[in-house]
Structures are given as C-alpha cells and as structure tokens.
C-alpha cells in the first residue's frame, strides 16, 4: 500500500520547499558576486544573448542551423571559460553559480524518469517509521537482535509438547513466512501467553521488517487504540485530524494492538474492537494483536461474535518461557 495520500503530498510539498529555498540561495549569491565583480555580470548576459540570439536565428532561417551551431558554441564555449576564470581568481569555485540541488541525481524533483529517486524512497521509508510510533524501539528489538537462549530448552511445556526453545523457533518461522508472503497472502496473528516472554518483542520484528519494505505499520497498545477511538467520538472540535488518524488506522497495511485486555472492557469498547476487526478483514488489511490472557480468558472476557472473528480470521499463536525482562536485568 506505502504512504496514504496525505502523507506523499507533505513530502512531495516539503520537496517543493528545498526547491525554492535552493533557487533562492542561488540568487542571492548570483546578486552578490554581480555587486562584487561587474565583469561576472557582463559575461552571464552576454551568455544569455547569445543563447537567445541563436535561437531566433534558428527559428527564422533554419537553413543555416549547422552552420551557426559550430560557430555559437565555440562563443559560449569562451564566455564560459572567462566566467569560470572570474571565479577562481576571486576565491570561487568554478561551479559556484550552478543550479543547487540537495539531490543532484533527481534534481529535487524525488524521481528520475518517473520512478522514485533514494533521496524519495529513503524519505517515505522515514515517514513510514515515524507514522508507526516505532522510530527508535526498532533499532533495538528486531530478527537480528532476536536471541532464543533466554528460553528453556529442557523441559517440555505439557499444551504444546515442546520446549520453550523450539517452540519460539516454530513461532519465529511462522512470523518470518507471514512477511514472506505478506503482500500476497492475507494473514492475521495473535501472540497469546504469560508477561514477558517476547511477545511484543515478536510485533517488533515483524513492523521492522515490514516498515523497510515500504509497507505502513501503525502499532498501539491497547489503551492508545480506545483512548484515540474514544477522542474521536466525543471530541467533535478536531473531527478532521481525527477522521485521519482513524483512516489511517483502517487502512494501515499491518495494525499491531498490543496489551489487549488491559483496556476497560464496556459496550463501547467492545463495538469498537468488533467494528475494526471488521473492518480491517473486509478491507483484506492484516492485524497482529498479543496478549497477555489466556485462549479461555480472551474467550470469557469478549463478546461471543468478537471472539468467533478472533478464531476464524486469526492464527492463535502461544508462547510460553520465564520473564526475559528479568532475565536480562539480572545478566
């Protein structure tokens, strides 16, 4: 999906921006070194003319095109030599008055030949982050900094008939082929076990791996979900920027819900989950929630209808092991 429409018109605006602040650089230096060397000044007009007088005498005799064209380059070739020579002997660069370019390869334009320029492509892979709201926690929690030790590998877990160990492997082979074939196959998860042992860690790796390839991935805990649902519903002075946020938590190409279960469970919270998952399935827009409740526990806490959509459009994923925080905070 990448960037909602509003998103690429602020960047494309922001392109407009340094394009103009450039163009505005270039005159105020053009207008300075014309005040300091007078001569510099000459030559740029006589540049000028004799462009402009070329192509007059191309458009009313083009018979003599070729003829003229040896003769008009040889005169710029030379005005332009004596211009650069102005500059180096006052201090300048020889290319002190060319057009500036934060991004010379797209000219600030963010394409070349139609296509997206890096300069663009990095600065929508940016915008992607920000959106998010997983700009720095990224860096630190991904697949390569994923770590199975701090699961047990000896002991069995009785529901699973595997060790925590081989089970986080099966769980992280699962999560890397719903990236494989995200764009492809349309899959929700939910992570479901005990505090502690990866799970939002897990909606981490997944949004990274995502978020570098161009996708949006807006994640919310539970409690930011209703809080910002909650604002649009009874806050009608802001309905505008409200309206947006909701859009984009719709159409987001992977919304993550962490924490469900914390929040305060009432009519309104349950309608609101419902109409979400709801919607987000008939738009074929996947969802990853984890929480720390049990099957039984998300089967007694929400609504009979909410639950038969956890079952039938989501792949229930439990994970089990100690508390890693502790563990890392003893280590």
């Known amino acids: 999906m990448g960037l909602l429409h509003t998103q690429h018109r602020e960047i494309m605006f922001r392109y407009d921006q340094t394009r103009m602040k450039n163009q505005q ?159 492809d196959v349309y899959d929700n998860l939910i992570f479901y076990g005990p505090t502690g042992v990866g799970k939002t860690f897990l ?29 649009n519903k009874f806050n009608k002075e802001d309905a505008s920027t409200s309206n947006e946020q909701i859009s984009y938590m719709l159409q987001s190409d992977l919304l993550i819900i962490d924490d469900l279960g914390t929040e305060l469970v009432n009519s309104f919270t349950a309608s609101q989950l419902f109409y979400f998952i709801e919607e987000r399935h008939i738009r074929q827009r996947s969802t990853i929630i984890s929480t720390n409740l049990s099957f039984q526990e998300l089967r007694d806490r929400y609504s009979e209808r909410i639950f038969s959509r956890f079952t039938g459009y989501y792949n229930f994923l439990m994970i089990v092991g100690e508390d890693i925080r502790i563990k890392k905070a003893i280590q």
């Not at 981490?204 to 909650?230: G, M, N, P, R, W």
């Open 203 to 231: 909606t981490h790796c997944i949004a990274k791996q995502l978020l570098d390839t161009s996708h949006t991935v807006l994640y919310l805990t539970s409690l930011q979900l209703f809080d910002i649902l909650e604002k």
């Open 25 to 183: 650089a270039l005159d105020q230096r053009i207008e300075d070194l014309f005040e300091k060397i007078p001569e510099l000044k000459q030559v740029q007009n006589d540049i000028m003319d004799l462009s402009l007088n070329q192509a007059r005498q191309e458009l009313l005799h083009p018979e003599n095109t070729e003829q003229e064209e040896t003769s008009y380059q040889q005169k710029r070739q030379d005005l332009s030599k004596r211009k650069t020579s102005l500059l180096q002997e006052h201090g300048y660069p020889a290319d002190y008055l060319d057009a500036i370019y934060d991004c010379p390869d797209c000219q600030d334009t963010g394409y070349i030949d139609n296509q997206p320029c890096h300069c663009l492509r990095h600065t929508m892979t940016l915008e992607l982050y920000k959106s998010s709201n997983l700009i720095h926690i990224l860096e630190e929690e991904n697949f390569d900094t994923f770590n199975e030790s701090f699961y047990n590998d000896t002991e069995i877990h009785e529901n699973l008939s595997l060790t925590p160990r081989e089970n986080i492997k099966r769980v992280r082979e699962i999560c890397q082929d719903f990236i494989r074939h995200f764009d």
